[in-house]
């Protein structure tokens, strides 16, 4: 019978269905962080238990971590104390940390991938939202919250509904100037930020298909923002020569037995889903957001929506959302000032996409009155951008090169927003307060889209300067 990657994961992991009818499944892959892991510690000591499989959980310091100076002590006494609570952690139960002088640190979604740690047919749980990233290997990646997170320190066990499946194709080939975060914008803008609630998401088709990893990470990384806890991507060749000679990859024969155990875990052809959508990848164009979830975008060279124009049931959050923008239906979104551009997050600090916005960056200066950052996803992420001269493209640009962590995308570290400003950003949510203040505005879009607002001082369209 023709299963789906879904089922056969699923399947290999089951431990027993629970009385809830919840399945618990077997973890095999744990990642932690500053932020939501301290609770849960402080729980399992409580309790008395240890860290079942202290092997199978890595730990990083991302979200709370200052991207300007990282010297340590650090001068956000919460930082220092939260830091200094998930490095005693990992040393008491033996559990791997990649601290800041490790050469491995980053954001959690980026280095788990990078690490090679993030493996095709397994299962991944982390205590972030967006852990949905790791599905881009052909894993089911779920975020948990912190109670969750201590059950999976002391079971290695997380308990969990079976949810739908829904498959994404996007067929066709992608416009110049149109890249991932318009694919992932323009399917949440159409099935709703609610629409993928009790689903997973499978994402294929020849768009999918033809897309880096590093790309299909973009995708599969705003699940979240759709309502859909899991999204992935079924392994293939391209998945297979990413992750040949990682760190923590199979290597030599281990590699080969692998790829066999991959590819057998992809979904078969014919395999039954419980829904289907299509989309058209010639008619996607490089998207904005214009309100305050990631699903209120238009194409950036169309006009902000009118309420009146929403289905009954979005009409309020609607005129909520233009109200706190401060926007007015009907205008166009080209030439909404800015006052911040930032390139980073978990969505988009990858070395391609630092060489994409690079790429548009050269040459060209960040308007007058314009602040802009480029945040890299990691250390090592730096290190290669360093390497072929991309921060200097920055540097010279006008732009602010700083070091790995989250940064601006969620304000819980130095760098936040002021004010009613607006930032142009590549990261993933544009709720009330998600940049650090609570009156400030967030514009997401493509990394190469946030370099044509920061030259222009203004949404601009990225195709323009691609010509």
Known sequence: ?????????????????????????????????????????????????????????????????????????????LAEDMTVHLVRSCQDYGIPL????????GIVHVIGPELGLTQPGIIIACGDSHTSTHGALGALAFGIGTSQVRDVLA????????????????????????????????????????????????????????????????????????????????PDEATFAYLKGRPFAPQGEAYDRAVAWWKSMATDPGAPF???????????????????????????????????DAPESDQASWTEALAFMSFEPGRPMMGIPIDVAFIGSCTNARLSDLRTAAAVARGRKVAKGVRALVVPGSQAVAKAAEDEGLHQIFLDAGFEWRKAGCSLCLGMNEDKLKGRQICASSSNRNFKGRQGSPTGRTLLMSPAMVVAAAIAGEVADVRELLK
């Open 98 to 105: 990649f601290d800041l002088d490790s050469g491995r640190q």
């Open 1 to 77: 019978m023709a299963d789906t990657l879904l089922e056969k994961v699923w399947q290999a992991h089951t431990v027993r269905t629970m009385p809830s009818g919840h399945t618990q499944l077997f973890v095999g892959l744990h990642l932690i962080h500053e932020v939501t892991s301290p609770q849960a510690f402080q729980m399992i000591r409580e309790a008395g238990f240890k860290v079942r499989f202290p092997e199978r959980t890595f730990a990083t310091i991302d979200h709370i971590v200052p991207t300007a100076s990282q010297l340590r002590p650090f001068n956000d006494v």
């Open 155 to 234: 079971t290695q066990c997380l308990a969990i509904a079976k949810p739908k499946l829904r498959q994404i194709r996007v067929d066709g080939q992608l416009a110049r100037g149109v890249y991932a975060k318009d694919v992932i914008l323009t399917i949440i803008q159409r099935l709703g930020v609610k629409g993928g609630v009790g689903y997973a998401y499978e994402y294929s088709g020849s768009a999918v298909e033809a897309m880096s990893l590093e790309e299909r990470l973009t995708i599969c990384n705003m699940s979240s923002e759709a309502g859909a806890r899991v999204g992935y991507v079924n």
């Open 274 to 308: 419980d829904d289907m959508v299509c989309l058209d990848a010639e008619s996607i164009q490089p998207m904005v957001t214009w309100g305050i979830n990631p699903g209120q975008s238009v194409g950036v060279n169309k006009r902000i929506p009118h309420p009146a």
